[in-house]
T-cell receptor, first 113, second 111 residues
């Protein structure tokens, strides 16, 4: 099993641009969550999706959006990038919605210049 | 508000010495608590969860509701234990579930 895969691994964007990050969960996992990890901080919850529906949203501006596809993969979109959006973006998958077993991907390192 | 506090940003011990990584939480209810670990150049992974009352890689953690703590302990640290450790609790709201993480403690085990 490939585990949770995220792409790209790194990218650099300019302020004001838009970015799309992608996540493929472990085969059979129906829930995908997104976390932002700023340098020196613990991961912070952005979204949770289950069966293609948004089930939870963290304290992030509307510039952040996401969706989950029929194959349970997910995209995180960020519009109008700010310098403060520079962070490691982590995807985590779990078998069900309320589940204590989260598996994390390696993350996408986003740098906004 | 639900919060996880890890008071030590850095912790350094010698190989063979006991180690304790502190974690305190604020949560109105019965928390589900976890320790996650991130070794150098590896992904974040679950180390242990309090509901399992298990010992993983020699680490244990006991939930103390009176002190609202969930400290991680190991009697004899090994160099391979050097990593970033995050304490987290599960917050369930309106059918969704999220992990609330502390800021992490970087453990260095010196030879």
């Amino acid at each position: 099993d490939a585990g949770v895969t995220q792409s790209p691994t790194h990218l650099i964007k300019t302020r004001g641009q838009h970015v799309t990050l992608r996540c493929s969960p472990i085969s059979g996992h129906k829930s995908v969550s997104w976390y932002q990890q700023v340098l020196g901080q613990g991961p912070q919850f952005i979204f949770q999706y289950y069966e293609k529906e948004e089930r939870g949203r963290g304290n992030f501006p509307d510039r952040f959006s996401a969706r989950q596809f029929p194959n349970y993969s997910s995209e995180l979109n960020v519009n109008a990038l700010l310098l403060g959006d520079s962070a490691l973006y982590l995807c985590a998958s779990s078998l069900f919605l309320l589940n204590y077993g989260y598996t994390f991907g390696s993350g996408t390192r986003l740098t906004v210049v | 508000a639900q919060r996880v506090t890890q008071p030590e940003k850095l912790l350094s011990v010698f190989k063979g010495a006991p180690v304790e990584l502190k974690c305190n939480y604020s949560y109105s209810g019965s928390p589900e608590l976890f320790w996650y670990v991130q070794y150098s150049r590896q992904r974040l992974q679950l180390l242990l969860r309090h509901i399992s009352r298990e010992s993983i890689k020699g680490f244990t953690a006991d939930l103390n509701k009176g002190e609202t703590s969930f400290h991680l302990k190991k009697p004899f640290a090994q160099e391979e234990d050097s990593a970033m450790y995050y304490c987290a609790l599960t917050l369930t709201q309106g059918g969704s579930e999220k992990l609330v993480f502390g800021k992490g403690t970087k453990l260095t085990v010196n030879p």
